[in-house]
């Protein structure tokens, strides 16, 4: 069993910049993809930003040139910088592992953590 866990998140005003990061732990043969998720209320969870094992990165159009996503791969992390933040980007950010461990390929969640951008 893997766990996430989540931080870096917080109240910026509009045009600022949060750094979220998120540790993977436990037994984990592989980890075939990273990413972060997002979900405002009223709204359907949605990818914001994925980093493949091996495959191009891709971003949500809403983040393209604000937000970027790195894997640390050593640690089993993956930050999401995000610059020129809008109250738009408002929402619980969750981070999303795909990984394999020692007998099947599996997929964990971070507890979420939330980002409030004030006008």
């Known amino acids: 069993q893997v766990q996430l866990v989540e931080s870096g998140g917080g109240l910026v005003q509009a045009g600022g910049s949060l750094r979220l990061s998120c540790a993977a732990s436990g037994t984990i043969f592989s980890i075939n993809a990273m990413g972060w998720y997002r979900q405002a209320p009223g709204n359907k969870r949605e990818l914001v930003a994925a980093i493949p094992s091996g495959g191009n990165v891709n971003y949500a159009d809403s983040v393209k040139g604000r937000f970027t996503i790195s894997r640390d791969n050593a640690k089993n992390t993956v930050y999401l910088q995000m610059n020129s933040l809008k109250p738009e980007d408002t929402a619980v950010y969750y981070c999303?592992?795909?990984?394999?461990?020692?007998?099947?390929?599996?997929?964990?969640w971070g507890q979420g953590t939330l980002v409030t951008v004030s006008s």
């Open positions: 999303n592992v795909q990984y394999s461990d020692y007998e099947d390929s599996l997929e964990a």
